[in-house]
């Protein structure tokens, strides 16, 4: 999925993964050295995350690299056992939300659920939304699943895949109450800055499938990163700051374990929060 010259690629971590915090809650702290056999149904669902073979016009670079990375037994399991229930495939055609959710409610599209901490309690303490994550790599989408079957979360459903590929190809214009991007990959190396997910065409795209009245919430710990997402996102004629400058964090985006560590070490976080406009 690396666009780039391998040599050009960092030794920084993937993209897409806004919540890095361990999932110690839900898996083993030992590797999977040995394991278990993945049918061959679970394969070609996991296939097109790697290949995205069925999508037209793949130009765009991607922010994520696929590398080799950790995955427990328990994250394995989970794949095993759970993507049919609660996962959505790829598919280059509009998503019917009612149809996926099984009942019509607001619908939240997270991008780059990382290990699902944050998604998990954000799910369950808005029981009245549907959220749709989107996530590329194996271990974050082994690990949430865990946490829909633990919890019990009737409201949240995944797609495996290039989360541009998934917004412009599945979502439907003017559809979605919300959009959440939580500590996206920095690609801190100034060369690198153009993997960055929250680019001007991107945000144009998502701001189109945000429904008048909706919102995108960013937030991330590199202050970089924030100075480009405040003017990408107030370049935007669809999208209207609902502050002057950073918003203060929202009672419904919980700290993360890894934010509260950078905090006691003195690390800002920046969060943004436009709403689309009619």
Not at 37 to 63: D, K, M, W, Y
Not at 118 to 147: C, H, M, Q, W
Request: a neutral charge; proline letters at 9%.
């Amino acid at each position: 999925m690396n666009t780039n010259n391998p040599a050009d690629t960092p030794a920084t971590p993937p993209v897409n993964k806004p919540d890095t915090t361990a999932d110690s809650s839900h898996s083993a702290a030992t590797p999977a050295a040995a394991p278990a056999a993945v049918s061959a149904e679970t394969q070609a669902a996991l296939a097109s995350t790697a290949h995205a073979p069925n999508s037209p016009g793949a130009t765009h670079i991607r922010s994520f690299v696929h590398r080799r990375g950790h995955i427990t037994q328990g994250q394995l399991a989970a794949l095993e056992r759970l993507m049919g229930e609660w996962s959505i495939p790829y598919a280059p055609r509009r998503l019917d939300p009612a149809a996926a959710f099984g009942r019509e409610a607001p619908t939240v599209l997270e991008i780059g659920f990382g290990m699902g901490e944050t998604t998990e309690k954000i799910a369950l303490a808005r029981p009245g939304d549907n959220f749709l994550g989107v996530e590329v790599f194996n271990a974050g989408v082994g690990s949430l699943l865990r946490r829909i079957e633990d919890s019990s979360i009737p409201n949240l459903r995944i797609i495996q895949h290039d989360a541009v590929e998934v917004v412009r190809d599945m979502i439907a214009p003017d559809s979605l109450a919300g959009v959440h991007v939580y500590f996206p990959d920095p690609w801190p190396k100034k060369r690198h800055h153009k993997r960055r997910l929250l680019q001007p065409a991107f945000v144009s795209l998502l701001a189109s499938r945000i429904a008048p009245g909706g919102y995108i919430h960013c937030a991330t710990d590199w202050e970089d990163y924030a100075v480009q997402m405040l003017e990408v996102l107030s370049g935007e004629p669809l999208l209207a700051n609902t502050v002057d400058g950073y918003a203060p964090r929202p009672d419904y985006r919980p700290l993360t374990k890894f934010e509260t560590r950078g905090l006691r070490l003195g690390h800002g976080v920046w969060d943004l929060i436009f709403k689309r406009v009619a």
